[in-house]
C-alpha cells in the first residue's frame, strides 16, 4: 500500500513527517500546491494532518473529491477545517479546555463508540484523550469510533458519502506530537499509523 502525505511544512508537521520515530510509515511528502502534480489514484490513503491551511487545500477539492469517487481512501485529522475541502462534513467547534488534566479526577468524557473495531487493538481511551475542539454531525450509515463529552462523533469512518472512504476526526495528535505537548498523541500516533499500514493494507492485499 502506498501512502501520500500532504506536508504543508510548519514544525509540527516536520518533526511528525520526517522524524524517524514514523518517517518510514509514508511514501511521498508533498506541499498542497504540489497536489496538482500527483496522480493520486497512485496512492491508496492520502493523509491530510492536523492544521493544514485550507485555503491551501480547497484549489484541490475536486480532485479529492474524484479520488475519492474513484475508491480512495483520505485521512483527515483535526483544526484543518476540513469541511471546507471535503465532502459531506458538518463539523461543529467548542471551546477547548486545554488544562482539564490539572483537575484531580477530571475526566474529559471521550469514549470509544465501538471497541471491537480493529484500530482498538492498537488503541486504549487514554490514547484518544487529550483535548476536544469539536464533534460532527456524521452522515447516516458512517461508522462511529469515538465521541466526545456530548456523546457526539470525534472520530468516524464514512464509507457512504463517497466512492471511497474517509476516515475524519477532530483530535489533532500530529500538531501536538510534533510540538512535543500531551504524550497522549504520541501513544495515539503509536497505535494509529501501524493500523494505518497493517488493517488498510490487509485490505488492498485480500
Known amino acids: 500500500m502506498s501512502i501520500l502525505v500532504i506536508h504543508p511544512g510548519a514544525y509540527y508537521h516536520i518533526e511528525s513527517f520526517e522524524g524517524p520515530r ?9 506541499r498542497p500546491e504540489e497536489l496538482a502534480d500527483v496522480r493520486l489514484e497512485d496512492f491508496n490513503v492520502v493523509l491530510i494532518p492536523c492544521r493544514a491551511p485550507a485555503d ?30 471535503l465532502p459531506g462534513i458538518t463539523f461543529t467547534p467548542q471551546p477547548t479546555n486545554f488544562w482539564w488534566w490539572l483537575t484531580p479526577g477530571a475526566d474529559l468524557g471521550v469514549r470509544i463508540a465501538k471497541p471491537e473495531h480493529s484500530l482498538f ?5 487514554k490514547d484518544v484523550t487529550w483535548h476536544l475542539h469539536g464533534w460532527f454531525d456524521v452522515p447516516e450509515g458512517s461508522e462511529v469510533l469515538a465521541t466526545g463529552d456530548t456523546g457526539n462523533p470525534i472520530l468516524y469512518i464514512d464509507e457512504v458519502t463517497t ?11 500530529f500538531y501536538h506530537h ?23 493494507d490487509k485490505e488492498h492485499t485480500a
Open 163 to 173: 466512492g471511497g472512504r474517509m476516515i475524519i476526526t477532530s483530535l489533532d495528535p
Open 56 to 85: 491551501r487545500m480547497e484549489p484541490h477539492k475536486a480532485r479529492l473529491r474524484a479520488y475519492l469517487d474513484q475508491g480512495g481512501t483520505i485521512i483527515a485529522t483535526g483544526e484543518s477545517d476540513s469541511q471546507l475541502f
Open 178 to 200: 510534533g510540538s512535543h505537548f500531551m504524550p497522549a498523541t504520541t501513544r495515539f500516533l503509536d497505535g494509529f499509523l501501524p493500523w494505518m499500514r497493517a488493517e488498510l
Open 121 to 125: 487493538r492498537h488503541l486504549a481511551e
Open 22 to 30: 514514523y518517517a518510514h510509515y509514508f511514501d511521498k511528502l508533498v
